[in-house]
């Protein structure tokens, strides 16, 4: 089976599990805090340990290692050109809140609770590509305590750089890092076993809590607002598409070491919805919140057809 049929059955599969968190909020059995509850466990310690199993399964040789090094400084370098496009973009926009909500949710992805685990699913755990992302995912967490923080609030002494650097993530990898170069998996196998366990919790809760704020929302009003596809048009294409034609430029240089995985790992890291943080950062912020949800809902929506038709048009070429 081609590598897009296991995308896109994936995608679907992965929408399918936001059916239960919506019918439990929709025949009451759950209410909308619940989703918080939720959220706080995959955050805390469902993608920690998704992380931790990946990077105990990798194999940190010289040239990969290095590879890995030039993808964290590219992503740095596109996440901040995203950032000052945005501010291009949605210059038009008076009001400053909806604006900083708007610039957020068009530059950072949501490439842990889903980006991960989908390329897990496809590209299996101990594969290149996961460790691109991982990387990716670090990038986009150190930025959305910052520059992202700096958008909903529109106030620099909102920044949290303590949050930043100590974020659960981060310290994830690195403990993950100590341990493989430290032959733990090899000694102890059953902690690869006990991370993974927790790694599973990821996709299912993640999407169910997905399903619960959906459930919460009107459909009219998400599909009538014009600026949610604005959003989506830059946050699911325009953006991705930019990003991996550069890439692919980049790739004829020989000290840059751009491969096909990092390719695919980047295209995965960005082509995903708007970060879930959004919702959470404009509720303690002070942001624009009723965009803060229906633009993150809107991406997750529309990107069940993005994702699989981009990543076809991704593999013509690469």
């Given at each position: 089976m081609s590598t897009l049929m296991i995308m896109l059955k994936n995608v679907i599969i992965f929408v399918l599990l936001a059916v239960p968190g919506y019918l439990l909020v929709k025949g009451k059995l759950l209410g909308q805090k619940e989703s918080g509850t939720l959220s706080k466990l995959l955050t805390n310690v469902g993608m920690p340990f998704l992380i931790l199993s990946?990077?105990?399964?990798?194999?940190?040789?010289?040239?990969?290692?290095?590879t890995i090094i030039i993808a964290g400084v590219v992503g740095i370098i596109f996440t901040v050109l995203m950032f000052l496009a945005s501010a291009f973009v949605v210059r038009w926009e008076s009001d400053e809140k909806r604006r900083g909500m708007m610039r957020f949710c068009m530059t950072f992805a949501n490439n842990g609770f889903i980006g991960i685990p989908l390329a897990r699913a496809v590209f299996g755990e101990a594969s290149p590509v996961m460790a691109y992302l991982i990387i990716l995912n670090i990038i986009t967490n150190v930025l959305m305590f910052t520059l992202g923080v700096y958008l909903i609030s529109?106030?620099?002494?909102?920044?949290?750089?303590?949050?930043?650097?100590l974020n659960p993530v981060l310290i994830a990898f690195l403990v993950g890092v100590v341990l493989n170069l430290a032959g733990v998996p090899t000694l102890v196998p059953e902690l690869q076993t006990y991370a993974t366990y927790f790694s599973n919790i990821v996709t299912p809760i993640s999407m169910v809590v997905l399903g619960m704020k959906l459930a919460g929302v009107q459909m009219s009003r998400l599909f009538n607002s014009w600026r949610m596809y604005y959003v989506s048009a830059f946050r699911l294409v325009v953006f991705p598409?930019?990003?991996?034609?550069?890439?692919?430029?980049?790739?004829?240089?020989?000290?840059?070491?751009?491969?096909?995985?990092?390719?695919i790992g980047f295209f995965v890291a960005v082509a995903m919805p708007t970060a879930g943080l959004a919702s959470a950062f404009s509720d303690q912020y002070n942001g624009d919140t009723d965009n803060a949800v229906i633009f993150t809902l809107g991406t997750t929506i529309l990107s069940v057809a993005t994702i699989p038709v981009l990543y076809w048009v991704l593999r013509l070429f690469v």
């Open positions: 990946s990077t105990l399964k990798l194999e940190f040789s010289g040239e990969f290692t290095k529109g106030d620099k002494n909102a920044i949290n750089v303590k949050k930043a650097v598409a930019v990003i991996v034609a550069i890439l692919m430029l980049l790739r004829g240089i020989p000290a840059l070491s751009v491969n096909t995985d990092m390719i």
